[in-house]
């Protein structure tokens, strides 16, 4: 059989995939049934590389296609399916120019190791026939064979660490939860994913569900739960979807329900949409809402182990930490902890966005650099222009600057530099990022964000916000540095819960790191970046203009002018300073300068 994988997750569908697969589908119905070799079609979940899609895969001979339009189509069913010829135009070409037929021949993927990510892209969405033909439910069916201490002592062997950004280990948690003699217990899976530019959790969930099922399957067989729920951001309605399908056909095949496996067994799985706010990825908040509060953390002066879901026994995981259980069931605690560093096993699953060649869904051994990870699989800068900062852990990481690109990514070296792994989203940031925006706009994010339920957060974000917009806009004095790193300490010490006591990482490490940004904006009244408008003018550098017009066609206002092949000029009276004139120049002819604060 020949199988034609089509690429239907987010990015690829927003580029006309679902026509693609359509188009496919139907030349496959019109081969008929007299055709000597059997073909199918199957919509998958992301493929990675998101940059390049819609994605076309074609099995056996794991041939890939990309930017696949359906002008396309027939050629690639006649030449490729049919034919065993290759069209060479949708090949990926490497960096030296050459173009590569499969995807582990592919710069961005050849680097990768997946675990979690290992049937994305590859089975059909929420297929429970396809998850099955993969091995999947082996680690189910193995579990229900073992002592619930069996189970955990595998978890813990692994080293697995929490996916969801706290990194707690996860068979202590596991452990903990499974040494109360307290019923009825509850499992709970974590798929609130609010970080802006994050997809990781988004991509498992629709393009392997019964991977994270059978992963919460195995932790209620852990510690005697018999009720679960999987809690998933309410704007994420494929996802839902697609999770309460597979609920129902994991359930039609007795794998989860109120007999699994004919072994007397019991767990009834549940999806609860998100209450539509980021604090409630916190655990504590999620319970709340789960028991249909409102989403507000608490003090964790007991954990949620002892008394979380209806002050019962509860362990809550990641969407990520769970799709790894089924594979460390099968292969042993061990092979899963020779994979990475002494303090973070395993693998890791990031969404690389940004100013970035090669934007995508990327998975790693732990401990790969962030070198690795920006220039080897993601290509480079954009343009070829400067790096300056990557941002590492939603809103409430830290940016790392040039000088620290060969750090390796794990729980503990993040950490140390005042940045931290989140849940896995990886923003990379050029010469033209002004780190100021950057903090003010996560500050600004957070402060909506924020519940409002404790003082320091509520309070603390709020000043930081007042500050950098002064700052951003002219108005900022020298003590305001010595302020906002107070305000950044207060905050990481007295706030409840987790969204305020890592609020603070993209100011402290911008300023960190960055402060001569901070400096030109208060001392000068520049914004190096020329982003800040309140503090940028922009201007024509004659040499090296060459009148090509992209700058006055791409500016709102009229404000630039100029003949063709002639020298442009920018009016100031009517510049707004949005910038667009200087993305359009190819040439590097539009400058950027300071000027007094309005």
């Not at 060479?88 to 979690?116: C, H, S, T, W």
């Not at 010469?431 to 950057?438: L, N």
């Not at 914004?527 to 503090?535: F, N, Q, S, T, W």
Request: charged share 25%.
């Amino acid at each position: 059989m020949k199988t034609i994988r089509v690429c239907c997750d987010t990015g690829c569908l927003a580029n006309g995939s679902a026509n693609v697969a359509k188009e496919f589908e139907r030349l496959v119905s019109a081969s008929g049934v007299d055709a000597k070799v059997e073909y199918a079609v199957k919509r998958t979940g992301c493929n990675g590389l998101c940059e390049k899609g819609p994605l076309v895969t074609i099995a056996p001979d794991e041939i890939a296609y990309y930017h696949v339009k359906v002008s396309d189509v027939q050629e690639i069913f006649d030449k490729t399916v049919v034919g065993n010829e290759l069209v060479d135009r949708l090949l990926f070409v490497n960096d030296e120019g050459k173009r590569v037929l499969r995807q582990e021949e592919n710069p961005f993927y050849a680097p990768q190791m997946k675990i979690a990510l290992r049937n994305v892209g590859k089975i059909s969405l929420a297929s429970i026939d396809d998850y099955l033909a993969v091995g999947g439910y082996e680690a189910l069916k193995k579990a229900l064979t073992m002592t619930p201490d069996e189970i955990i002592h595998e978890v813990e062997v692994s080293g697995l660490r929490g996916r969801g950004g706290a990194g707690f280990p996860t068979g202590r948690k596991w452990r903990t939860a499974y040494g109360y003699d307290k019923f009825p217990k509850y499992v709970a899976c974590n798929g609130d994913e609010g970080d802006p530019g994050a997809f990781m959790d988004r991509s498992i969930l629709e393009g392997d569900p019964h991977s994270v099922i059978e992963g919460l399957a195995i932790c209620a067989l852990a510690i005697g739960a018999e009720q679960g729920y999987l809690y998933i951001r309410d704007e994420y309605d494929s996802a839902v979807k697609d999770v309460r399908g597979a609920i129902k056909a994991a359930e039609a095949a007795g794998f989860i329900g109120d007999d699994i496996l004919g072994t007397g067994r019991r767990l009834h799985l549940e999806v609860v949409r998100g209450g539509g706010a980021f604090v409630c990825g916190e655990s504590t908040a999620l319970m709340q809402s789960i028991e249909g509060k409102v989403g507000e953390p608490r003090a964790k002066y007991i954990r949620s182990v002892q008394r979380g879901l209806w002050n019962q026994p509860t362990v809550l995981n990641n969407v990520e930490t769970l799709a790894n259980i089924p594979y460390i069931i099968n292969n042993g605690g061990e092979a899963y902890a020779a994979i990475g560093t002494e303090g973070s096993k395993g693998t890791k699953v990031f969404a690389l966005v940004g100013k970035v060649n090669r934007t995508g869904l990327v998975e790693v051994p732990m401990g790969t650099t962030l070198r690795e990870l920006i220039f080897d699989i993601g290509g480079g800068i954009k343009g070829n222009r400067p790096f300056k900062a990557v941002q590492t852990g939603g809103p409430s990481g830290g940016c790392i600057p040039e000088s620290m690109l060969d750090l390796p990514v794990d729980f503990d070296t993040l950490k140390k530099y005042g940045a931290m792994m989140g849940s896995g989203g990886m923003i990379v940031m050029d010469d033209r990022s002004c780190m100021v925006d950057v903090a003010r706009y996560y500050v600004n994010f957070l402060c909506g964000e924020s519940c409002g339920k404790c003082t320091p957060c509520r309070e603390g974000l709020k000043q930081m916000l007042e500050i950098l917009t002064d700052i951003r806009e002219g108005r900022g004095k020298m003590e305001d540095l010595d302020l906002l790193e107070a305000l950044g300490e207060t905050m990481i010490d007295c706030s409840l819960c987790a969204l305020g006591k890592s609020a603070p990482n993209p100011v402290l490490t911008t300023l960190k790191y960055f402060r001569d940004e901070y400096e030109a904006h208060i001392l000068e009244h520049r914004c190096p970046a020329g982003v800040c408008k309140a503090l940028t003018s922009f201007r024509i550098d004659a040499e090296a203009c060459r009148g090509c017009t992209a700058c006055a066609k791409a500016c709102p206002t009229g404000a630039v002018s100029g003949s063709v092949k002639q020298p442009h000029h920018i009016d100031a009276t009517k510049c707004i300073s949005c910038g667009s004139c200087r993305e359009a120049c190819r040439f590097n002819a539009v400058l950027t300068e300071g000027r007094s604060a309005r």
